[in-house]
């Protein structure tokens, strides 16, 4: 008996000592790769990956400036990956922006709510938002951000400087604005904005107007909203602008197509192998008999181009304006353990008839181009004016063919 428990812990201390070898032999600089990497893949695919974890031991163990930033390594080698994939669409996302992406993709944001661009180095308001506290703070479309708490904002992209502007609700950030060529700092304090994704109001001769800016996850219930109280008015059309929107979620283009179309196939998605998930509406919506108009241009991309697509093949509208984006992939939106995100495409998708838009774009019914004027000319919206002829019954003019090929 004590033979036999003298052989149990004596192979038990060797099976100890052989294991806190390998371990040390598998993190010193002499070792190719880790021995027990937490993620090393099984079967075939080992051998693929090999020359990866080595080169990250190599970085890890041997590189002369230590210690190594885990986080930045980590980071760096998926976006690598993803852009030997050559897909604009997929991509990384750090996790301070994958916050930003999904807070104002739920329609919500916690900041000074003012809509910038990027303008030759400069982050330039395009407007603020109705009731933010930019609006009231006395912030104009066309002032210049030149810094935020003393950060100098010239020359970073809207992103980053919306990094620094942004912040959690009720702490103040002092920016110095540039307005007329003169300078002025101004305390703005932060809170919860609400960004309305869909506007509406009636026009004249009795026409609804509904513009959606973005597919978010409130869209559809703001869209319910509006049009219910539009069409409590009885018009005798509707337009749907579509211009400048990027898209968004596909359930949410679902649910509002279902709005507007009556019951059939709003579209197909298909994944790689050719397998197809077919997207339809029912009957019931609160928009589906009334003539209607959709404007696009060539900022309407993605789910945009899906509900647009959707009501041309069905011959439920026609388009007027210009040539659509060209958005024709599906992406997949995954947070990462470490809080970044991953945007992949995970499939194509056709409008009814089967067409794909992808790099094409859809052609409106009526071409409308909105023309470059001179300094202090203002023929209003030409696009909008089209469509309320069209819905009038009065003929609409075309941009000339010229313009097709410019």
């Known amino acids: 008996m004590k033979s036999r428990l003298f052989m149990i812990t004596l ?11 390998g371990y040390v032999l598998g993190q010193s600089p002499v070792a190719p790769y880790r021995v027990f ?17 080595e080169a990250v031991n190599m970085v890890d163990t041997r590189y002369y400036r230590q210690p190594i930033d885990q986080d930045a390594l980590v980071e760096g080698a998926i976006n690598g990956m993803l852009k030997t994939l050559d897909d604009p669409y997929s991509f990384y996302l750090s996790p301070t922006d994958e916050e930003a992406e999904r807070a104002g993709f739920d329609g919500e944001i916690q900041g000074i709510g003012v809509e910038v661009s990027e303008d030759d180095g400069d982050i330039v308001v395009i407007a603020p938002i109705d009731g933010s506290p930019a609006s009231e703070a006395g912030l104009l479309p066309g002032d210049i951000l030149r810094q935020a708490d003393g950060k100098d904002l010239t020359g970073l992209t809207v992103m980053e400087a919306a990094q620094i502007v942004r912040g959690p609700q009720g702490t103040d950030v002092t920016l110095l604005v540039e307005r007329d060529g003169e300078t002025f700092e101004v305390v703005v304090t932060r809170d919860v904005v609400k960004i ?5 109001e009636m026009l004249d001769d009795n026409i609804a107007y509904v513009r959606l800016s973005q597919f978010g996850l409130q869209s559809a219930q703001e869209m319910a909203d509006t049009l219910r109280e539009l069409m409590a008015q009885q018009p005798i059309g509707l337009v749907l602008d579509l211009r400048s929107n990027p898209g968004g979620s596909l359930d949410t283009v679902v649910d509002i197509a279902d709005e507007f179309l009556p019951d059939g196939l709003v579209l197909i998605q298909e994944f790689s192998g050719e397998s197809q998930i077919k997207y339809d509406t029912k009957d019931g919506g609160l928009a589906e008999d009334i003539p209607m108009v959709v404007l696009v241009d060539e900022g309407s991309a993605s789910a945009a181009e899906v509900l647009a697509g959707a009501i041309q093949d069905r011959d439920r509208g026609v388009l007027i304006g210009h040539t659509s984006f060209g958005k024709g992939t599906i992406q ?15 499939a194509r998708w056709l409008t009814p008839d089967g067409n794909w838009v992808n790099h094409e774009g859809l052609t409106p019914d009526y071409r409308v181009d909105l023309p470059v004027f001179a300094p202090g000319q203002d023929f209003g919206d030409m696009q909008l ?11 609409v003019l075309e941009s000339p063919p010229a313009a097709e090929e410019s």
């Open 11 to 21: 192979a038990l201390f060797a099976i100890i000592i052989v294991f806190n070898a």
């Open 37 to 53: 990497p937490s993620s090393y893949p099984n079967g075939e695919t080992a051998d693929t990956f090999a020359p990866f974890w």
């Open 196 to 200: 309305a994704s869909v506007y509406g």
């Open 332 to 346: 997949n939106w995954q947070q990462l353990s470490n809080g970044g995100g991953l945007r992949l495409t995970i």
């Open 385 to 395: 004016n089209a469509a309320i002829k069209y819905l009038l019954g009065e003929p």
